[in-house]
């Protein structure tokens, strides 16, 4: 195996400077022709400003070549493989992009008066439309602008519909695999989370749920696939145990890149859904955005939906807010607009056959990482995965080496590491999800990486557990980093703290 080479590799010519290292008094990003000076007069004396203390001058080339620097020190899909398990990390079409730039669709006004909208209306009542088709339900609302919102907004529409019956009832079953999103959005709506343990084989079964199923249970809220990237294969038994008691079944859309085309969870007993777009059906969303987590419903929840809702009369798009039942607004305007025109874009350039390829392209180089990986990693469950495979760090573990030493160890192979240790039911979990638009080729340099640090961890865990050694910083102490974020050039300094980019 030759030296791994890092992409984020530091630059020889010159060291790292912060903005308010560079420059020098009286630079500045432009230049004012003196003719121009009446324009300057024209500013109110009130607001202008000779000097903001502290503040780097600098020229625009020297601006533009630190961020280029930054971002090139980023990682993004563009640069590599980016495995990063229940984020669903794939490419995203440019041609999307594109579309999301048209002027019509860019420049739009959210307050423009509905006939100068109609166009951009018709697309989100289509996009309704296809996402009903693609989950198997009745109706849609594209309001919500993230998955977690997805699931606040399904739970209020069941609190709604139990609150009309007569009771909203107490609580809602949630599997120990669950992502985190989904205890918090139920504690949000008000409701107390009961946990049920997978079985061994790290899927619920129906039993399990009858023990728990009450008239207090308002809902079971799962996840199909599951974190486990394992396909609950008893859900259909489930949903029944759920509805004789009264109670609903919300399911966790986040994986429905393993299901896209090829299964319906409207047939699965399934009341109410979210989905993520920007997981599914393309759009950039490393760094915390933008999303869209639309809810899809059966019919017996279709009037709780949010308002507005669009409608169609004689070829006219209208939006209707009289809907009496309805849980009312959950978002400003049509929702995350932007990423609802990439996910039409991405759904039309894949047609039927293109979405159900990727579905099934995604769960093939899922198998097959697993497949390569299986000797020298130790499996959390030892059967064909859906669109994700689960290691773990048992057998390095023998050496002293962890999982996260592991993870650190792949970016000198310039790889993004999956995710780790979660789901939190796999102790030393690594959750590698490689996404459908990975070529064969890519999938063996990830693994071929995968190999030699398991080799590594035998031979010289030293080397592993202290990595990594080529990017720009090294272990970062990300607890604090995320807890006391300095963002201010001062306070770094008076601290005395290692620069850090
Ligand atoms: C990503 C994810 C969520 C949360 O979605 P956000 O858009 O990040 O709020 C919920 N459940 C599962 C299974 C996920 O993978």
């Known amino acids: 195996m030759s030296e791994p080479s890092a ?4 630059s020889r010519v010159a060291p790292p400077r912060l903005l308010f290292e560079s ?16 324009v300057q007069a024209a ?49 995203n079409p440019k041609v999307n992009e594109v579309v999301a730039r048209f002027p019509g669709f860019a420049l739009i006004h959210p307050l423009a008066p509905i006939e100068l909208l109609q166009g951009a209306i018709e697309l ?97 809220m799962i996840t199909n696939p599951n974190t486990l990237g394992l396909f609950e294969k008893n859900i ?4 029944a145990v759920v509805h004789a008691k009264g109670g609903l079944v919300y399911l966790d859309g986040a994986n429905l890149n393993a299901l896209v085309g090829v299964a319906k969870p409207g047939h699965m007993g399934v009341d109410v859904l979210h989905m993520n777009l920007h997981k599914t059906f393309s759009t950039p969303h490393g760094g915390g955005g933008p999303g869209a987590g639309p809810v899809a419903v059966k019919e017996r929840l279709r009037a709780y939906l949010p308002v507005p809702r669009i409608v169609k009369t004689a070829g006219v798009f209208a939006l209707r807010d009289d809907c009496p039942k309805s849980i009312g607004r959950v978002r400003s305007f049509f929702g995350n607009f932007g990423v609802l025109v990439r996910a039409y874009s991405y759904i ?21 990482i697993r497949k390569k ?9 030892d059967e064909p995965c859906m669109h994700e495979c689960i290691f773990t760090d048992r057998i390095q573990h023998k050496s002293g080496v962890s999982t996260l030493d592991i993870a650190k160890r792949l970016l000198d192979y310039g790889f993004h590491p999956p995710t780790i240790y979660f789901p939190l039911v796999v102790a030393g979990a690594l959750m590698i999800e490689p996404t459908e638009t990975e070529t064969p080729e ?9 190999l030699s640090i398991a080799q590594e961890a035998k031979e010289n865990p030293e080397l592993v557990k202290s990595a990594p050694h080529s990017t720009p910083v090294r272990r970062l102490d990300e607890a604090r980093a995320a807890r006391k974020p300095v963002v201010r050039w001062e306070r770094q300094r008076a601290d005395g703290d290692e620069r850090q980019g």
Not at 23 to 35: I, K
Not at 373 to 381: D, F, H, N, R, V
Not at 444 to 449: K, T
């Open 442 to 450: 890519t999938l063996d340099g990830f693994v071929e990486a995968m």
């Open 7 to 10: 992409v984020n590799r530091p």
């Open 236 to 239: 259909e038994a489930v949903a």
């Open 124 to 220: 989100l009542y289509e996009l309704e439309h296809i996402l009903s088709e693609i989950s198997g339900m009745e109706h849609v609302s594209l309001q919500p602008s993230a998955g977690a919102q997805g699931e606040l907004t399904g739970l209020m529409l069941i609190r709604a519909h139990l609150a009309e019956e007569g009771n909203p009832r107490k609580k809602i079953i949630v599997p120990d695999t669950a992502h985190g999103t989904n205890p918090a959005s139920s504690t949000l709506c008000g409701y107390d989370v009961v946990q049920i343990s997978s079985s061994a084989g790290g899927i619920i079964d129906a039993a399990s749920v009858e023990k728990m199923m009450d008239e207090d249970v308002a809902a079971l």
């Open 23 to 38: 420059g020098s008094l009286g630079r500045s990003g432009f230049y004012w022709p003196a003719e121009n000076g009446k």
């Open 43 to 91: 500013i109110p004396a009130g607001l202008r400003r000779d000097d903001i203390p502290g503040f780097p001058e600098l020229g625009e080339l020297e601006v533009l070549r630190h961020f280029t620097r930054l971002s090139q020190r980023n990682f993004g899909i563009e640069s590599q493989f980016y495995p990063l398990g229940s984020c669903t990390m794939k490419y």
């Open 373 to 381: 990986l299986e000797k020298s990693y130790q499996i959390a469950y």
């Open 348 to 368: 039309i350039s894949l047609g039927a056959d293109g979405l159900e390829e990727a579905s099934r392209m995604a769960l093939l180089n899922a198998n097959y």
